[in-house]
């Protein structure tokens, strides 16, 4: 005979206890006898082998071998946190995150001080000129400043890393973050001019100014 929760169970017989597990009532020739666990017990009521799993309404319940014991996790429907439903979408500090089934959480963009949405994996050009970028280092995720990013002119044109270009008076190179940087000036018919030097073309003084990454290009009347 076995005792278990002030009752008696004849030798082989089985019963839930808890709710949780099927037992089964073992006696020894010794007269000893003990309990053996055969399987768990869903909130469902379906029993559920040991070393299985069942996926029950929102949850997946697993009975572990060894110490056997009724683990649940989100099932396919399952919410996230315990809050959001499957596609929900939501912001955590500078990140968007999106429920997926099963419960997982999975990050999908990274959202600047600007607000501007950058999904993982990619760069965009913020408000402020220069290219951020939303990539995985080492299993974490961080926004940080893209080194090389296509720089854009003033017409709407994509400039490759380290290309130049004339726009208006000015010579533009696309340099590190997505910067156009300037780097001289240009004049149809006299050509480049260098920063903070000066070209006499005919009667007319041309200057290229950089003071304090203030630019400037003046034209003026050569002394005569």
Same mark, same amino acid.
């Given at each position: 005979?076995?005792?278990?929760?002030?009752?008696q169970y004849?030798?082989?017989?089985?019963?839930?206890?808890?709710?949780?597990?099927?037992?089964?009532?073992?006696?020894?020739?010794?007269?000893?006898?003990?309990? @053996?666990?055969? %399987? /768990? &017990? +869903?909130?469902? *009521?379906? =029993? !559920?082998?040991? $070393? #299985?799993?069942?996926?029950?309404?929102?949850?997946?319940?697993?009975?572990?071998?060894?110490?056997?014991?009724?683990?649940?996790?989100?099932?396919?429907?399952?919410?996230?946190?315990?809050?959001y439903n499957?596609?929900?979408?939501?912001?955590?500090?500078?990140?968007?995150?999106?429920?997926?089934?099963?419960?997982?959480? @999975?990050?999908? %963009? /990274? &959202? +600047?001080?600007? *607000?501007? =949405? !950058?999904?993982? $994996? #990619?760069?965009?050009?913020?408000?402020?000129?220069?290219?951020?970028e939303c990539?995985?280092?080492?299993?974490?995720?961080?926004?940080?400043?893209?080194?090389?990013?296509?720089?854009?002119?003033?017409?709407?044109?994509?400039?490759?890393?380290?290309?130049?270009?004339?726009?208006?008076?000015?010579?533009?190179?696309?340099?590190?973050?997505?910067?156009?940087?300037?780097?001289?000036?240009?004049?149809?018919?006299? $050509? #480049?001019?260098?920063?903070?030097?000066?070209?006499?073309?005919?009667?007319?003084?041309?200057?290229?100014?950089?003071?304090?990454?203030?630019?400037?290009?003046?034209?003026?009347?050569?002394?005569?």
């Open positions: 005979m076995c005792a278990h929760e002030g009752k004849s030798n082989g017989s089985t019963f839930i206890s808890q709710g949780s597990f099927r037992l089964k009532c073992v006696t020894f020739h010794n007269l000893t006898s003990t309990l @053996e666990v055969l %399987s /768990c &017990i +869903t909130p469902a *009521g379906i =029993e !559920i082998p040991i $070393g #299985s799993q069942l996926e029950e309404r929102d949850k997946v319940f697993e009975c572990t071998s060894g110490n056997v014991t009724l683990k649940s996790s989100p099932g396919r429907s399952g919410k996230c946190r315990g809050v499957v596609q929900d979408e939501w912001v955590e500090d500078s990140f968007k995150l999106q429920c997926t089934p099963y419960g997982k959480v @999975e990050l999908k %963009s /990274c &959202i +600047t001080k600007d *607000g501007v =949405e !950058i999904p993982l $994996g #990619s760069a965009k050009r913020v408000p402020a000129g220069y290219a951020l990539v995985q280092i080492d299993g974490n995720v961080a926004l940080r400043t893209a080194k090389t990013f296509d720089c854009e002119t003033g017409a709407g044109e994509i400039k490759k890393f380290g290309e130049t270009w004339n726009e208006g008076n000015f010579v533009r190179r696309c340099v590190n973050y997505g910067v156009s940087s300037i780097i001289g000036c240009y004049l149809d018919g006299v $050509g #480049s001019i260098g920063l903070n030097q000066n070209v006499t073309s005919g009667n007319l003084f041309y200057m290229c100014i950089n003071q304090n990454d203030q630019f400037k290009f003046r034209t003026l009347k050569a002394q005569q």
